[in-house]
């Protein structure tokens, strides 16, 4: 019996752990990252929508805007 609920605490913190990792992974996504010529043209692409990519500093802005 012992064994038997070791096994479910060993399921359920693997779940766990892969749910929070998941998170961490969606989270990254919306970091603003380096912007290329050729991302959307002048556009950087986020999960909740479209940021303008900055050339000076050749990174998309943090502000999420609607798309054009």
């Not at 749910?19 to 959307?40: D, I, K």
Request: proline share 7%; glycine share 4%.
């Amino acid at each position: 019996m012992s064994s038997f609920k070791f096994a479910i605490f060993c399921i359920v913190l693997f779940s766990f752990v892969s749910l929070h990792e998941g998170f961490n992974h969606r989270h990254l996504l919306a970091v603003p990252r380096p912007c290329s010529p050729t991302a959307n043209g002048k556009w950087c692409c986020y999960p909740s929508g479209f940021a303008y990519c900055n050339d000076s500093q050749r990174r998309c802005e943090k502000q999420c805007k609607a798309l054009p």
